[in-house]
């Protein structure tokens, strides 16, 4: 098993910088890959990251260029946004699992980002 908890959201203006970071524990060297996800209000939750254990990264198309996924360490992820639109509003999870983007076995509880005009 592995838990996986995110931190770091919070309310921030359009065009401001926030890094979010998740903390994985528990059977963390079974990770093949990790992502972030995100669920703005009234919609389905959408992919926005992944990384490999070897650091292959893919970001979503209305994110690239502006975030960027890291994992500097086995247990600990993050997910550094700049430029931040108000589009860009959502709870934020973070969850690991295969190589494959989507196949994630585990998730986070989801961290709110708020970005205002």
């Known amino acids: 098993q592995v838990q996986l908890v995110e931190s770091g959201g919070g309310p921030v203006q359009a065009g401001g910088p926030l890094r979010l970071s998740c903390a994985a524990s528990?059977?963390?060297?079974?990770?093949?890959?990790m992502g972030w996800y995100r669920q703005a209000p009234g919609k389905q939750r959408e992919w926005v990251a992944h990384?490999?254990?070897?650091?292959?990264t893919n970001y979503t198309d209305s994110v690239k260029g502006r975030f960027t996924i890291s994992r500097p360490y086995v247990q600990r992820m993050y997910l550094q946004m700049n430029s931040l639109k108000p589009e860009d509003t959502a709870v934020y999870y973070c969850?690991?699992?295969?190589?494959?983007?989507?196949?994630?076995?585990?998730w986070g509880q989801g961290t709110q980002v708020t970005v205002s005009t």
């Open positions: 528990g059977s963390i060297f079974s990770i093949d890959a």
């Open positions: 969850a690991a699992g295969g190589v494959v983007i989507g196949e994630y076995d585990y």
């Open positions: 990384i490999t254990i070897s650091g292959r």
